[in-house]
């Protein structure tokens, strides 16, 4: 369908996995979810899903009930049913632990970065030419610690706080690629988080002191 744009985030359904570091996707979406009007839900098989008007844009806004290992195959249901042209009508928002906790980088195309549920949708529509938001949520402090632990567990205390700001931001992210195109996007959201800068500013004023 022309016009319409087909937002993704990416996650695991059900309630054990609510609001784990891998359940970013879902939280980004659920905000849009709040701004977006006359939101009325869609009937697919291996999504849930809602269309409604998104800061005056058409848009669709799916969760994935696949589990994220097989994200693909939920969003390539949605863009055949409604023949949408993925490579500029498609925004995929995901977690990211190669990227520090509470960070944002928006790409318009590339690799799975080891993101599984990338990965599929990649392998599914058979290109990597589609924007996605990519959402850092830290890697693992403990080395010994298992990834599918990590990844599937909460955020806590100040990360919590940081990390609660930082899926806003994403969502606003996707608001200002859908109002002033991607380009525009990443020049304003493609930062560090203060945390971040904090500290890099720190280091050099103590270097600067030597």
């Known amino acids: ?7 993704a985030g990416l996650g695991n359904p059900g309630r054990k996995y609510e609001h ?17 009007e006359n939101p009325s839900p869609e009937k697919f098989v291996k999504s849930s899903a809602r269309r409604g008007l998104l800061d005056g844009k058409r848009v669709m806004l799916l969760k994935p009930l696949t589990y994220m290992n097989l ?24 977690d990211d632990i190669n990227l520090p906790a509470g960070t944002i980088r928006i790409r318009e195309k590339g690799s799975d970065g080891g993101h599984n ?18 959402v850092g949520v830290g890697d ?3 080395r010994r610690e298992d990834l599918a632990d990590h990844v599937l567990g909460h955020f806590a205390g100040q990360e919590k706080e940081e990390m609660d700001e930082a899926m806003e931001r994403a969502a606003q992210a996707v608001r200002c690629i859908l109002t002033e195109g991607a380009a525009r ?3 304003l959201y493609n930062t560090k988080p203060k945390r971040e800068k904090c500290e890099e500013e720190k280091t050099e004023a103590e270097n600067a002191q030597n």
Do not use: P, W
């Open 1 to 7: 369908m022309d016009n319409l744009y087909l937002i």
């Open 20 to 36: 784990t570091r891998h359940n970013v996707g879902f939280d980004v979406l659920d905000i849009l979810y709040d701004r977006t």
């Open 71 to 94: 994200s693909g195959e939920a969003v390539r249901e949605a863009a055949d049913y409604y023949r949408i042209d993925t490579t500029q009508m498609l925004i995929v928002i995901c």
């Open 117 to 134: 549920g990338l990965k599929d949708i990649i392998r599914h529509l058979g290109h990597d030419r589609f924007l996605r938001v990519r």
């Open 140 to 142: 693992r402090k403990d």
């Open 185 to 187: 996007a990443m020049s």
